[in-house]
């Protein structure tokens, strides 16, 4: 594991399928970058029966997605909880925001009064055909969200989840023609992100292409490194200073 020299506010985008989710879990163990995602921060303001959670169970229930402001007030909540809003701070952005009016809704009210905006953005580019059938191969796990692919992570006993041996199900959604479908809403909704990013902040916006998890991980990983640096952490601090206290006396016996 690896820290950073300086503070990256980092916001992964990618298409369903891309692997953006195999990718933050890397990020996040790589350099010790904590992170937090939109989904997660919900589901919990639901069960703890906040405002914020009454509020967005009451619109959910009636089938409606949640409007633009109530999402920026469920990140920016969590956000200050943890004192992020800071610039020496580093963090990942798991799921939000997904829309330009969400973007700028979450700069102006929240990261840009702190001094704390994003400052790396990265666009994930996989062909829609590994998508696809990275897709049309994939079992998931309902209540532990599990997710498997019969290609390359299969489960260990065919159709059942290896924890607990409950049966794993596909998604609805998980069609092949209905995913394609996705693709495209999801371009459609991501361009005006992507082109606000572009233009609100020189050199935030990144993206890297590739068919396979791994290759993708290699490129974004040097790309961190050049753009915010790296360091040992303690433990390997401490390492290096006790190699150099020994080399240091031997010389001095010497």
Do not use: C
Request: proline share 7%.
């Amino acid at each position: 594991m690896t820290r950073l020299s300086r503070p990256a506010r980092v916001l992964l985008l990618g298409p369903p399928g891309s692997g953006k989710g195999t990718q933050t879990e890397r990020l996040l163990k790589r350099f010790a970058i904590p992170g937090i995602s939109s989904g997660d921060i919900l589901r919990r303001n639901i069960k703890d029966g906040t405002d914020i959670g009454l509020a967005a169970s009451s619109i959910i229930s009636q089938g409606k997605l949640l409007p633009d402001n109530l999402m920026t007030k469920v990140v920016a909540s969590e956000l200050h909880r943890r004192r992020w809003l800071s610039p020496s701070t580093s963090w990942l952005l798991d799921g939000f925001p997904r829309t330009q009016t969400q973007a700028n809704m979450l700069d102006e009210k929240e990261l840009e009064p702190a001094n704390a905006g994003l400052n790396f953005v990265v666009e994930l580019r996989v062909p829609e055909d590994v998508m696809v059938e990275r897709i049309a191969n994939r079992l998931v796990h309902v209540p532990s969200g599990r997710v498997y692919n019969l290609t390359y992570n299969p489960p260990k006993v065919p159709g059942r989840d290896d924890i607990t041996g409950e049966p794993l199900t596909r998604r609805p959604d998980d069609d092949p023609q209905v995913f394609r479908k996705r693709i495209k809403e999801y371009r459609a909704s991501t361009e005006p992100l992507l082109e606000y990013y572009s233009k609100t902040t020189t050199n935030v916006l990144w993206s890297v292409a590739g068919e396979t998890s791994d290759a993708i991980f290699e490129r974004l990983e040097t790309e961190v490194v050049r753009r915010f640096g790296e360091k040992a952490d303690d433990d390997d601090a401490g390492v290096v200073a006790a190699a150099d206290a020994r080399s240091e006396a031997a010389g001095a016996a010497n």
